[in-house]
């Protein structure tokens, strides 16, 4: 029981790490319509801000996660007016290529400017507590309240708020939206901008908890396509869901049998739902 | 002022020219009879070549390698080169990015041997040495490397390969010792082995079953973590609850050292965790944070203090602007084959190198004495073996707290 509990807190704070990372993929999938293969490097430059800002500067833990998510904004917004913009409404096939240019250039960057030892940040909050037999941990229960409140709120934002109303309309039907007034332009660097911040969040997040290097963006992508493809493209709750369920398999598989086995049910569980669902659990169908 | 202006005079006429070319031309000619060769040989190059990872996830190690030999053949170029046969040599280091892959390394060995014509070369990490032996080998060209798996690759049917770091297996001798000297024998019964599911920790867990075996260690558990594994509380909540005494983490990079052990103390485990890859003590102390306490880290020199080791320290710090204890544990090689090449008297056959290498001890290196062994093991004296020095992190505080010679057995 008390393995179970284990288990099941590690995968659920895993959980919903690898979901803040895969939402702002299908966000700006939803929105764009392009595949972002660069957005494990916004996870990536995410946690060196922070790293720098708190690790090497001494500066606020909790300040710099808001610096970086700040930074990776504009950043993304940049990118997206500058590089993606020109390609809007052409062949899919070179966005793609761009973003597949973007991973690497970022990711060599990286290592040049950053240095390719394993860096860590320091912990803001420490110390746990022994519940019959279970761990918690406070930085995890932290994180996954953070990551969760996130979640949360960029919910409500795509509910609640003009802008949110716009980003969503934008993603349902961008040729109406733009027809009932709604500056599609501005809404795609949004969108792009929200994304990259959510990514760097969840970088900052992972990167306290585990470790960083600048190579560490491809395998954050990879868990977050799985997700995006798990939970449909372009459905923020669909990624929520995905991040869940590959967290628990990651967490649970890995404990009782092996890593190897949790990554081939991963796939297996992806396999399962496409053949019975090809949208994904909650996406929809894209032409 | 009549004399200054004749010896002016005389020394630009056309004939004194004309005699003194004469006489300059005879003088060349018949100087080799005279003088001693050396005053007359054209300094000749030796080439050495890396395939190094200068790139990619494995960059540090492979950026570490190189700069022991940048830095080797600069201190001995200054230094007039190396005697070979009476004849002095330079050295002339090429290095050329593996990125870590095996065939990135082939293709950068084949360019080291076929169009820069090295006899020498050197590699680091797995990938790039099974891409490098692929060339070496039936180039007859002699490598020295820092690859712990792959053992099939290594000794008699490899005669000009040579492992200059210790593996994990090598260092058990040194840490295992110093492991029962600190916390008692009756404490160290049991032990679990974390590495990464590859040809590399299956080839270390067999290094370490070996070892484990010799010291008398019960073996509770073996876990093989994924590279793409983000999160270790799954893998190390599995090792712990078969509660082995100690932990060895191998050959786990520091990063993923850092996150084990993080995870072990956060889930209760109290037990030392020994990790023989992880040699980067800030990197645990960053990741693990308060948590990192009872970490073993052989072959890791936190403290260098020999005027050897200062100097090199130095050096790399004018040279490169860094220096970190790896770089510094491989300086040595370079040392090595130079002894080896003078020792042979030849820079071209690397059969007769190869076997003075196999014979070079050295004394007073950044790794202390330093030796080849492994006869018995793997079939020749191909592998490096060294001082010791390792350093352990107790409540967030690293020291270098031992130093010794591997007490090798005979069956090595």
């Given at each position: 029981m008390t393995e179970l509990l284990q288990m099941a807190l590690t995968g659920f704070n895993l959980g919903l790490m690898y979901a803040l990372i895969a939402i702002g993929l299908t966000l700006i999938f939803g929105v764009?319509?392009?595949?972002?293969?660069a957005h494990g490097e916004m996870f990536m430059l995410g946690a060196f801000t922070l790293y720098y800002w708190n690790?090497?500067?001494?500066?606020?833990y909790w300040a710099g996660v808001g610096v970086s998510a700040v930074v990776i904004f504009c950043f993304g917004a940049i990118l997206q007016i500058v590089l993606f913009r020109p390609l809007?409404?052409?062949?899919i096939l070179y966005s793609l290529a761009v973003s597949l240019g973007l991973v690497l250039i970022i990711s060599s960057s990286g290592q040049i400017l950053f240095g390719t030892t394993v860096k860590g940040i320091p912990s803001a909050v420490t110390g746990g507590v022994l519940l019959g037999g279970t761990y918690l941990s406070y930085e995890r229960m932290v994180i996954s309240a953070v990551s969760a409140a996130l979640i949360i709120a960029l919910w409500f934002f795509l509910r609640r708020t003009t802008t949110g109303l716009a980003i969503r309309a934008v993603a349902e039907d961008p040729d109406t939206s733009a027809l009932q007034g709604v500056k599609t332009r501005r809404i795609h660097w949004i969108a792009f901008g929200l994304g990259s911040a959510m990514a760097a969040i969840a970088g900052c997040m992972m990167g306290t908890l585990l470790s960083i290097v600048p190579t560490m963006g491809f395998l954050a992508t990879i868990k977050a396509f799985m997700i995006v493809i798990m939970g449909g493209l372009g459905s923020v709750f669909g990624a929520l869901i995905g991040g869940l369920i590959l967290g628990m398999i990651d967490s649970v598989v890995t404990t009782t049998i092996s890593g190897d086995v949790a990554l081939i049910l991963s796939f297996v569980v992806i396999f399962l739902i496409l053949v019975f669902r090809p949208s994904g659990l909650f996406g929809q169908d894209w032409e | 002022m009549t004399n200054k202006k004749s010896n002016l005079s005389r020394r630009l006429t056309r004939r004194g020219l004309l005699k003194q070319g004469s006489m300059a031309i005879a003088g060349g000619l018949a100087a080799p009879a005279i003088l001693p060769k050396s005053a007359f040989a054209q300094t000749r190059t030796i080439k050495i070549g890396g395939a190094v990872p200068?790139?990619?996830?494995v960059a540090y190690w492979g950026q570490s390698t190189m700069q022991g030999f940048v830095d080797g053949a600069a201190v001995m170029n200054e230094a007039g080169g190396i005697m070979i046969d009476g004849e002095p040599y330079m050295l002339e280091v090429i290095n050329y990015d593996t990125k870590g892959e095996v065939a990135d390394s082939r293709a950068a060995t084949m360019r080291l041997v076929?169009?820069?014509?090295?006899?020498f070369v050197y590699s680091q990490a797995a990938a790039s040495t099974v891409g490098m032996l692929q060339v070496t080998e039936p180039a007859e060209v002699l490598s020295i490397v820092a690859c712990w798996?792959?053992?099939?690759?290594?000794g008699t049917d490899y005669?000009?390969?040579?492992?200059?770091e210790m593996s994990d297996y090598e260092q058990g001798f040194a840490y295992m010792p110093f492991m029962i000297e600190k916390y008692g024998k009756d404490a160290l019964k049991s032990a679990a082995f974390i590495g990464p599911d590859d040809q590399d920790g299956i080839d270390c867990h067999f290094s370490y079953e070996r070892l484990m075996k010799h010291y008398g260690v019960e073996q509770k558990a073996v876990e093989y973590y994924n590279w793409?594994?983000?999160?270790f509380y799954p893998i190390v909540a599995k090792t712990i609850r078969e509660k082995p005494d100690f932990i060895v983490t191998s050959p786990s990079p520091p990063g993923i050292t850092a996150s084990i052990i993080k995870a072990a103390r956060e889930m209760g485990y109290q037990g030392p965790i020994s990790s023989p890859?992880?040699?980067e003590t800030e990197t645990i102390l960053e990741v693990a944070?308060?948590?990192?306490?009872g970490v073993i880290l052989p072959v890791t020199n936190i403290n260098p203090s020999s005027p050897t080791q200062k100097a090199i320290e130095k050096r790399f710090l004018e040279r490169f602007g860094t220096f970190n204890a790896l770089a510094g544990n491989y300086s040595w090689w370079i040392y090595a084959l130079k002894a080896a090449l003078e020792m042979a008297?030849?820079?071209?056959?690397t059969k007769a190198v190869a076997e003075a290498l196999a014979q070079v001890e050295l004394e007073d290196t950044y790794v202390g004495r330093t030796k080849w062994a492994g006869k018995n093991a793997y079939?020749?004296?191909r592998q490096g073996v060294y001082d010791c020095f390792t350093t352990t992190i107790d409540d967030g505080k690293a020291e270098l707290a031992d130093v010794r010679f591997p007490d090798l057995p005979d069956t090595f």
């Open positions: 764009m319509r392009i595949i972002q293969y690790a090497e500067f001494g500066l606020n809007h409404g052409k062949n | 200068l790139s990619g996830p076929e169009q820069d014509e090295c006899k798996g792959y053992l099939e690759l290594f005669p000009l390969h040579f492992r200059g793409e594994d983000t999160d890859a992880a040699s944070g308060e948590h990192a306490s008297g030849t820079a071209t056959d079939g020749l004296n």
